[in-house]
């Protein structure tokens, strides 16, 4: 009987692929990485046949890795970068253009036209989220109104819209299954936060056609089998899916209301399980769905950072100060603190809570003897700093103290930063061994789904690497947190002369 579960983690610089055990125990890893590009300023685009290539030398190499053969992979879960956008045609399943990333920026313009006219409190109200060029609605109307021919092939429901989960189980299932869940759907401005379904008025409001749009299916449970793939034999059953944020929430059991999880990745994302009535956001933050497992909901609020893990990525290939990621908490350290200088990493625009687009990074304090080790420190900084801010609206939103804050992701194995984002939030930070809670949390999925786990036993597949507490003065604290919020004036009132 097959005993496997795989877990597919497509993510923004590149997938990953584990096979775990039901025990929890990660028998084979494999990381591809994903080209990103960049056809204009504020663009960020990915190739699909280059995603769909990365996920099968990612399945491969774990499943080699692991030692067995394919046909012991039990069930399979996806965890994918979320708001990412493409379009593919229907008889084919060839798509018409790149994949919109959730970074790019080019639907700015048609953000701001639709908030000057008085419609984010009703996206708010009835989505969870806030106007923004982040999420997937404006993308879907640009790829439908900039590719040729496409927005009438819409209309006659030739063509199909998906999120990069919506996309690989497309492919998965060689064309069958046209669904995503409601974690996905929950970040596309088009979705009803109570009711789970397509919403008229946003589908109305942001130009998308209800013919494009997938079936909204659970996080758990059967939603297709493998035919056709490839590098997978027939009839393996996916049954989990979660955006790479929920699937890190769920991966690291924040099963209790109240549970908070930061993942840093390409950006840094904080979310805290809400419990099964939605909580509106009152603080920048944003509303959205956690999972739905066995028809019930759980909601969590969400801050998201732009630029977390890409500032180091910037330091080291826009700079070359590093040569690798890894180096910047060694640079960091021959400097004990950043001698006054700030980094604001707001190189695509500030996300939550602030929510200004037009914003920009922004260095300050710079002096004669600033060397790179001080800049090293202040980025690092600077990216707990902002998951200060999204913490800080998030205890606000919800009315309660935060006692313990779970991290993972790839730049939680920094230990600096680590130990920084507990003395400024205030709070103890908590590592676990495996940082990989986005796939773990899809393999979990999975497993629930194929009704081979519970919660419970989910639960115990997370295990704990180490707790940080905080160690600084509320003095100190304070002082740090008065030089963020100053610099973080300066970023955004640089871009229209104004003070905030």
């Avoid at 699937?247 to 059991?253: E, M, S, V």
């Avoid at 350290?333 to 500030?350: I, M, Q, Y």
Wanted: charged letters at 20%; aromatic letters at 6%.
């Amino acid at each position: 009987m097959p005993k496997h579960l795989l877990a597919i983690d497509q993510g923004t610089t590149g997938t990953t692929a584990l096979v775990v055990t039901l025990e929890g125990e990660t028998l084979g890893k494999k990381s591809v990485e994903l080209p990103q590009h960049f056809p204009m300023p504020g663009w960020v685009e990915h190739e699909p046949e280059e995603v769909w290539t990365s996920v099968g030398a990612a399945v491969g190499g774990a499943i080699a890795e692991a030692g067995i053969d394919a046909s012991e992979v039990a069930a399979i879960g996806i965890t994918n970068q979320r708001e990412t956008t493409l379009l593919w045609d229907r008889k084919t399943g060839r798509p018409i253009a790149n994949a919109i990333v959730w970074q790019d920026r080019r639907t700015s313009g048609v953000c701001e036209t639709l908030k000057a006219s008085g419609a984010e409190p009703a996206v708010r109200e009835k989505t969870g989220l806030v106007i923004d060029a982040y999420f997937s609605g404006t993308k879907i109307a640009w790829l439908l109104d900039h590719v040729d021919g496409a927005r009438a092939r819409a209309e006659r429901g030739g063509l199909a819209f998906g999120t990069i989960d919506t996309f690989l189980v497309h492919r998965l299932t060689s064309g069958a299954v046209h669904a995503t869940d409601v974690t996905n759907a929950s970040r596309t401005l088009l979705m009803d936060l109570a009711t789970l379904a397509w919403d008229e008025a946003m589908l109305e409001m942001f130009r998308v056609p209800r013919a494009v749009l997938p079936t909204i299916v659970p996080s758990a449970g059967l939603i297709g089998s493998t035919k056709g793939a490839g590098f997978l034999p027939d009839g393996i059953p996916i049954t989990g899916i979660a955006g790479d944020q929920q699937a890190a929430l769920f991966g690291q059991a924040c099963f209790a209301e109240g549970d908070v999880k930061c993942t840093y990745g390409t950006g840094a994302f904080a979310l805290m399980n809400v419990g099964t009535t939605p909580t509106k956001s009152r603080h920048g933050l944003v509303t959205t769905v956690a999972w739905q497992i066995d028809g019930k909901v759980t909601y969590a609020l969400e801050g998201s950072a732009f630029i977390a893990g890409a500032a180091v990525q910037w330091l080291r290939d826009g700079l070359g100060i590093i040569r690798t990621a890894a180096e910047i908490e060694t640079l960091a350290r021959k400097c004990t603190s950043s001698e006054g200088v700030a980094f604001v990493p707001a190189l695509a625009g500030l996300g939550a809570p602030y929510w200004d687009q037009d914003a920009r990074g922004l260095i300050t304090g710079i002096t004669r003897g600033t060397t790179t080790a001080h800049l090293a420190r202040a980025t690092l900084e600077g990216i707990a700093f902002e998951v200060w801010d999204l913490v800080h609206a998030m205890i606000a939103d919800a009315g309660r103290p935060l006692n313990v804050m779970k991290i993972d992701g790839g730049a939680s194995k920094n230990d600096l930063l680590a130990q920084f984002q507990a003395d400024v939030a205030s709070v103890e930070v908590v590592r676990p061994t495996e940082i990989e809670s986005t796939g773990r949390g899809a393999a979990m999925l999975a497993g629930v789904g194929a009704g081979l786990s519970d919660l419970a036993t989910a639960a115990r597949m997370v295990k704990l690497d180490r707790a940080f507490r905080p160690e600084i003065s509320s003095s100190d604290r304070a002082a740090h947190l008065q030089r963020w919020q100053e610099a973080v004036r300066r970023t955004r009132s640089s871009h229209d002369g104004k003070a905030r």
